[in-house]
């Protein structure tokens, strides 16, 4: 929040601790040409001044040491940089001699707000009243510059942490006052040559910055705006090369996103396809399985009646074989009766020859029994032997006829 207060330096009366203050624009242009090329690391710095007869707190010069710690949140320079300040005060005050000009003196803290706006935070109150107790009468201010944003504060107390004005006061300078301060200036220069710049970065000149220039006193601001803007330039080179890197970069991505999603269309047309393709060989699949299921019926139901067939071609072909051994036995016992009787007659006829050819051969000679042998040897087949015995009665007309048939198990 601010709030402007354009009434600063009169607002307070004589009794009050907190002075009005009445700060050179210039010394803020030159703190934000110093720290803006820093970006966003806070910078803290001392300003220089004097009390002016009116009671005024006036800063007129200051500078920037080096810093102890320093980021985009807090900023610290060593303790010594206080002392070096009032010592190079006393010794301008000493060097220029004047009873009633005011005493050059350590009259305020400045410090940046790298595009974070003005205000002071919990640390800033802290350091500023450590940084305002050690000074004389408590007279000290404090000014925040935000450098990117351009802006700038003016705070008379550590109490009112948002309660700040322009810095809008308009320097007039003595002659005199003007020497002592040159001789301060050469005093910080003379500091920064012997220390060197790491040790005091920045001396700001302030009001006095043309006449320095003119008295050919080295110009840190001059020298610090030309490094930021070739910073800058490198910086805006690069945010180029980089912008342009992106937009390749994005128009490949945009290329690969394109490519990619080429790929994934037709992955999936391929893909509806294929299942397309499922689709119809499951169905016809079913198909097949639905018929095989059919034929399997057929076929259980085939192989059944293929079995009732079996069983009762079993009990035919049983029968048929009772049949036949029945008609077997039968044939054969006909053929073995037949048998019988065909022997019967056998043997009753070759009876009736043997009987015959016996009457005979009592009358035959050798010769015609060896003849009637021969004969009934035809007509039995040889189944009967036929020898003849004259021993009987040694009759030479007699003869017996001994029989022996083989197959009839007798003799005649
Ligand atoms: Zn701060």
Redesign the pocket.
Known sequence: MSKKNGKAKFAFGPKTKDYPAIVCTDLISQSEAFTAPRGRV?MGGLLLGHVDENGNNVAVCGFFPKQTEENSG??EFGGMYNAIAAAACDYANDTVKGEKMPKLRIIGWI???PNIGI???A??VN?YRMLRNQCHNRRFMAV?VDPLKGEHGVFLTERKSETFSDADGVISLSQELEARYHILLDRLRSIQKERGLDFLPCILPGHLRGKRNAMGDRDDIEIELQKGFFQLKKQIVQLNSNSNQNASDVKQRMANFHNELDILKKENQTLKHNSHAMLDKHTHAIKRINTLEERLLIVEKLISDLKKLQSELNNTMKNIHNDVKQTMIKVQQEIKHSQLQTKNETIDGVKAVIRGARMKAKMYTDTQLEELRKELHVITNGDINITTDKSANNAPQIAILKVQHKKLNGKE
Do not use: K, M, R
């Open positions: 806070e807090y900023c410090h940046t707000h205000f002071l935070s640390i800033d350091t925040v």
